[in-house]
């Protein structure tokens, strides 16, 4: 976490929001030597372990009865879309 006081914070504040944001850098503000605010990124990055995957997919939700009609809707957009032709082959 670095820390920066708050005169040089406001006059770098759209690049300070920058690195919170794209980086996930996390910045204490202090006045007088004290800390007075964090700035941190809103949600922390989801991590998942491989070992995780199975539950995490039992967990969702089924498809039911619209699982056929989910498959056909599928099906039907296949087959208007035409599949991709690889230039460089």
Same mark, same amino acid.
């Given at each position: ?26 910045? @204490? *503000?202090? =006045? ?6 964090? !700035? ?7 991590? +998942?372990? /491989?070992? @995780? *995957?199975? =539950? ?6 089924? !498809? ?7 498959? +056909?809707? /599928?099906?039907?957009?296949? =087959? ?10």
């Amino acid at each position: 976490m670095e820390r920066i006081n708050v005169t040089q914070a406001a006059r770098q504040f759209s690049d300070m929001l920058n690195r919170v944001y794209y980086q996930g850098v996390s910045f @204490e *503000l202090e =006045r007088n030597n004290r800390i007075v605010a964090r !700035l941190v990124p809103a949600t922390a990055p989801a991590t +998942v372990m /491989v070992s @995780e *995957l199975n =539950r995490l997919f039992a967990e969702l939700p089924g !498809l039911d009865e619209d699982a056929e009609a989910f498959a +056909v809707d /599928v099906e039907s957009v296949r =087959r208007e879309i035409p599949p991709e032709v690889e230039p460089w082959a």
